[in-house]
């Protein structure tokens, strides 16, 4: 099932023929590459880039790290001659579950109760829905 995807600003965008085994990486180059508490990412069967490339970033001396040069947007893990593409640039990351944890050491001790969080409340009492209603996404839209 062929599936697509890209950065923020739309100048790097992929097609993959479909993807392999997801997971989340919990290292701590995985954390400051991505800016977040881990690494999400899911394996590229026959990735083709549709755009520009992404320019990359030798992380360690076993891997390399593609990002949008315009916008920033973290984009790859390769390691191995294998391709590992952030779930969060795909169109429709919510179809893409991680099945595996890697690196469970590094993992931030809050991470396991990141749901049990309080929805967010403007000063205001607002939602973030509503406290953002209306405000113009410059997004590349989810869509080739």
Do not use: N
Request: aromatic share 10%.
């Amino acid at each position: 099932m062929s599936r697509s995807g890209g950065c923020q600003c739309g100048a790097v965008r992929f097609r993959v023929e479909d993807i392999g085994r997801a997971s989340i990486c919990h290292c701590r180059m995985c954390q400051k590459a991505t800016g977040g508490f881990f690494g999400p990412y899911v394996d590229a069967v026959g990735l083709t880039w549709t755009k520009v490339e992404p320019k990359r970033f030798r992380s360690s001396e076993a891997a390399e790290r593609g990002f949008c040069e315009a916008c920033g947007t973290p984009l790859t893990f390769e390691a191995k001659g294998e391709t590992g593409l952030s779930i969060g640039a795909f169109d429709d990351p919510a179809t893409i579950a991680p099945v595996t944890q890697l690196i469970w050491d590094a993992k931030l001790p809050y991470v396991d109760h990141l749901g049990d969080l309080p929805e967010w409340k403007s000063s205001k009492q607002l939602s973030a829905g509503e406290a953002f209603e209306g405000v113009a996404s410059y997004q590349h839209p989810d869509h080739d």
